[in-house]
């Protein structure tokens, strides 16, 4: 069963923009920590940004939170990752991560995103 599906990835020059979004099922939008990682070719998945304390809180990556901003819209049971000058090194795959302290984390299947320069 897919709980959460990612969609907004492409291809970008560097210097644009891209939004993602990641809709999940309304059970896990309303029980989990809604977040975003990122992993790039070679290198192991990071942390770019989540939800914390219910959606109350935000927080970023400290490289990315000048750059990016991740929102929500509760009706819709999505989540969003804005993603602003966007440079050649940000290019990796995108997952959308649910998090729970009780349960094993859920994820997507990732989105593409890739800058060129």
């Known amino acids: 069963q897919v709980q959460l599906v990612e969609s907004g990835g492409g291809l970008v020059q560097a210097g644009g923009s891209l939004r993602l979004s990641c809709a999940a099922s309304?059970?896990?939008?309303?029980?989990?920590?809604m977040g975003w990682y990122r992993q790039a070719p070679g290198k192991e998945r990071e942390f770019v940004a989540g939800?914390?304390?219910?959606?109350?809180?935000?927080v970023y990556s400290d490289s990315l939170k000048d750059r990016f901003t991740i929102s929500r819209d509760n009706a819709r049971n999505t989540v969003y990752l804005q993603m602003n000058n966007l440079k050649p090194e940000d290019t990796a795959i995108y997952f959308c991560?649910?998090?729970?302290?009780?349960?094993?984390?859920?994820w997507g299947q990732g989105t593409q995103v890739t800058v060129s320069a």
């Open positions: 939800f914390r304390w219910g959606g109350s809180n935000t």
């Open positions: 991560n649910a998090h729970s302290s009780l349960y094993s984390d859920l």
């Open positions: 309304t059970h896990t939008f309303s029980t989990r920590d």
